[in-house]
């Protein structure tokens, strides 16, 4: 079977599959947000925090717990690697070093999960499973808390009430990551992740040279880093290693892994606001960008990028040959459109212009489809941003869901717009400006090295956690630098985003009139496609200029 067909095959079955499931998986998790019992492993856990769960919280409470809950688990994360010599399952590793250690917690923390190290060589087993990969969960189960109360927000009236938080995070968890992620690890150890508590194995290779091959519980941090959109890996070669991702079966799983809760979340979405359309219209917003991504990414890795890519038929170099070319543009598409970071080829060594695919997406905001919850709640801010244009155009004050935009509510959404970029450019323009920041670089004189350090604060400004990998980020200032730009680019949106939510609340909806916008039509999709792509490019076309624009063309 080409290449070409194998693709269209694959792409086709993830999409099938995701449709199967849209319907089952979003109405369930709408299920968990309404249901008024509280069973007795949740219970206990109340009893042990102390959470009243039906004392329903105002925004600014919510944060509060947000921001010390993720806090704790960053002082904690934080401390597990610097003590990691002294405990059990270290695998002799010593303890992490200050500045990379608060890096790998923040980012983990984030839901970013930039990764500056080689895991199998500077993480314990001890550290991956009981600090990564339980970060993995809360961190995306956070994420998802945070968008339940936003459109909560958005259905509740006269109230300055979202729920609370706790039973938010622990329904999460425990009723959707948990038994998603037992049967998403069986498959994936059925398709041969391996899945052990093995220090390694002395192999000799076939030039008779002795090798360490590591083993570790790798299957059950694969499945939560692509179910949560996390995206760290148990290796360093991440997604593209044979024992995170051995088969082309493994690759389609991982990749619907990615997508399935971002996806179903909008089904979710229609259901908590009793229109089911609203949710369908998100969607089909969300998979036109996804698309468009997609078949650029594959075009400009198939045409290859130079004399040499051209001659050889394709850009194969820092790909696997397990997957080829269409499987490879389908993962890197995915994984930037869902603030993931999992790589299955290196995004480095992508066409110019493809990469630049890459990192454009991420730029739009991680809303196609975006992260657990954090795509779906940017897309939210976009969508009145786009309601708000439309009012402008025909001189009535705009509406969504029956809330009207006023002027706080749009400094709320201004500011979330803004944050991200202003991390980004920020922290590119620092880096390329210090002398000790730009000899990380390689090329440094290129468009590429300039691409390299666009690329890397985008990724942690908009937590997605992939990279190219010119870039040597474990220095002190990069591991400070990225770890202060991911807590910013995580936290200071959900802010605003509960504080948009508390507003909304407060209202009582507004009678529906022929002047109101429909915000379930194609009219509508069409306006916040447009708005998502303009917003971003007119804030980054500059840069990209200097990076993959000035190298591909």
């Given at each position: ?200 194995h002395e192999v000799t290779s ?224 620092v880096a390329m400006g210090l ?106 076309f500059p840069a990209l200029t ?8």
């Amino acid at each position: 079977m080409s290449d070409t067909s194998a693709g269209l095959l694959q792409a086709g079955l993830l999409v099938a599959l995701l449709a199967i499931v849209y319907r089952p998986l979003g109405g369930y998790m709408a299920r968990v947000y309404t249901s008024e019992r509280d069973g007795r492993v949740e219970r206990g856990i109340y009893k042990l925090l102390g959470v009243d769960a039906k004392a329903d919280q105002t925004w600014a409470v919510y944060a509060r717990s947000v921001l010390a809950f993720s806090a704790v688990g960053l002082i904690l994360l934080y401390l597990l690697q610097r003590l990691q010599s002294q405990l059990p399952l270290s695998r002799g590793l010593p303890g992490v070093e200050p500045s990379l250690a608060f890096d790998t917690a923040a980012s983990f923390v984030a839901n970013t999960n930039w990764q500056s190290y080689s895991p199998e060589a500077t993480m314990g087993h001890l550290v991956q499973f009981l600090g990564l990969a339980v970060q993995n969960f809360v961190s995306a189960a956070v994420g998802i808390a945070v968008l339940v109360a936003l459109v909560r927000g958005l259905s509740r009236s006269a109230t300055d009430r979202l729920g609370n938080f706790w039973v938010d995070l622990t329904r999460t968890v425990w009723r959707i990551l948990l038994p998603m992620a037992i049967v998403g690890g069986l498959i994936l150890v059925a398709t041969g992740v391996i899945q052990n508590f093995a220090g390694g194995h002395e192999v000799t290779s076939v030039v008779g040279q002795t090798q360490t091959i590591p083993g570790g519980p790798t299957a059950s941090q694969e499945v939560i880093k692509e179910l949560g959109t996390n995206g760290g890996g148990f290796f360093n070669a991440n997604s593209a290693h044979p024992f995170e991702n051995p088969n082309p079966l493994s690759n389609l799983f991982e990749i619907f892994l990615l997508l399935v809760i971002p996806v179903c979340l909008t089904r979710t979405f229609g259901v908590l606001v009793k229109d089911k359309r609203q949710g369908y219209a998100v969607l089909a917003v969300m998979s036109t960008l996804w698309i468009g991504f997609t078949i650029a990414a594959t075009a400009f890795e198939s045409a290859g990028g130079g004399t040499a890519t051209q001659a050889a038929g394709a850009a194969m170099e820092g790909k696997e040959t397990r997957f080829g070319i269409w499987a490879s543009a389908l993962f890197a598409s995915s994984t930037t459109g869902t603030s993931t970071g999992a790589v299955n080829s290196a995004h480095d060594s992508f066409t110019p212009l493809g990469g630049g695919a890459a990192l454009f997406h991420m730029m739009l905001g991680e809303v196609s489809p975006g992260g657990t919850g954090s795509g779906l709640y940017g897309m939210l801010v976009l969508a009145v941003l786009a309601v708000f244009v439309a009012g402008l155009m025909v001189g009535r004050t705009p509406e969504y869901l029956g809330k009207k935009i006023t002027a706080r509510e749009m400094k709320l959404v201004s500011l979330y717009i803004l944050t991200t970029p202003s991390l980004v450019l920020i922290g590119t323009a620092v880096a390329m400006g210090l002398a000790s920041a730009r000899a990380s670089i390689f090329n440094v004189d290129s468009p590429h090295g300039f691409s390299e350090v666009l690329y890397a604060f985008t990724s942690a400004a908009n937590n997605n956690g992939s990279a190219f990998g010119g870039l040597s980020a474990n220095t002190t200032f990069y591991n400070t630098a990225l770890g202060v730009v991911m807590l910013l680019g995580r936290f200071v949106p959900i802010v605003l985003v509960l504080a948009l939510g508390g507003s909304f609340a407060r209202q009582r909806p507004v009678p529906v009139t022929p002047g109101t916008l429909p915000t379930h039509k194609a009219l509508f999709v069409t306006m916040l496609v447009g708005v998502v792509l303009i917003v971003t490019g007119l804030t980054y076309f500059p840069a990209l200029t200097l990076g993959p624009l000035a190298e591909g063309l």
